[in-house]
């Protein structure tokens, strides 16, 4: 099954450890070679691409990581201007110009002189996306950007995920909540055992037969009216006996 993404449009992954998310994710940014098919964006394939070209289109986010050495979260942001700086080259004025700027967007400008090593979990990640943004991408790609980070921080990062596909932005992201689907997806790809189950909007997909098929759990979905007013889907599971 062939899919695509616009600009504007958050694409959730949805499925099981081993599924084939991250599988998936390799390909599209060309570090594993697809099987069979082809990644093209604008109909054009990607596998001719340099490396400097693919960074001028895909930005990339990590789940958020600890690093090794004290940069400060400025510099970090500043290293996602790499891509448009010469092998030889320091950056330029544009270029602080747009860390600053991503800095501002995600919230996280007053960071900006602290060792990304001191800073929380959540404030890694939203640095993370800056630097991804400051790539000037038009498609970026999200491994999990929600794992591991506390609640409060999960809602800020879902609300940025939303923005940025409000600045016309494609996303593409893997979680294993199906109830953050809900919450900022416009499509949803349902993975099981290496292949594409389904994919559609929220509500077709992320079903109680789907996720049985998928999780062989026993989850109600059910909608509830969120602090802000907007109706939401949520999933809840059954984790009594009768679940087993």
């Not at 596998?47 to 693919?54: M, V």
């Not at 991408?137 to 609300?159: C, H, K, W, Y």
Request: aromatic residues 4%; contains cysteine.
């Amino acid at each position: 099954m062939s899919f695509g993404l616009a600009g504007g449009e958050v694409l959730c992954l949805l499925g099981p450890n081993g599924g084939g998310k991250t599988t998936l994710f390799k390909t599209i940014l060309r570090l594993l070679a697809p099987r069979r098919g082809r990644v093209a964006v604008d109909g054009e394939s990607v596998g001719g691409w340099s490396r400097g070209r693919l960074a001028r289109v895909f930005g990339y986010v990590p789940q958020a990581q600890l690093g090794v050495f004290p940069f400060t979260v400025a510099d970090v942001v500043l290293m996602g201007r790499t891509a448009h700086v010469g092998p030889f080259a320091t950056p330029s004025r544009r270029d602080r110009a747009v860390a600053e700027e991503m800095l501002g967007v995600l919230g996280v400008g007053h960071l900006s002189a602290r060792p990304y090593t001191e800073i929380s979990g959540g404030e890694r990640q939203l640095t993370l996306i800056a630097r991804a943004l400051a790539q000037e991408p038009a498609i970026l790609v999200m491994d999990e950007p929600t794992a591991s980070l506390d609640f409060g921080n999960q809602v800020r990062v879902l609300g940025e995920i939303e923005q940025l596909a409000r600045r016309g932005i494609a996303v593409m992201l893997s979680t294993h909540d199906p109830d953050h689907a809900f919450l900022c997806g416009d499509r949803v790809a349902l993975l099981h055992q290496g292949r594409l189950a389904s994919l559609g909007p929220p509500a077709e997909v992320i079903t109680r037969e789907s996720l049985r098929e998928v999780y062989g759990v026993e989850v109600a979905v059910t909608e509830v009216q969120g602090a802000d007013g907007r109706r939401a889907r949520v999933c809840v599971p059954s984790i009594g006996p009768s679940a087993r």
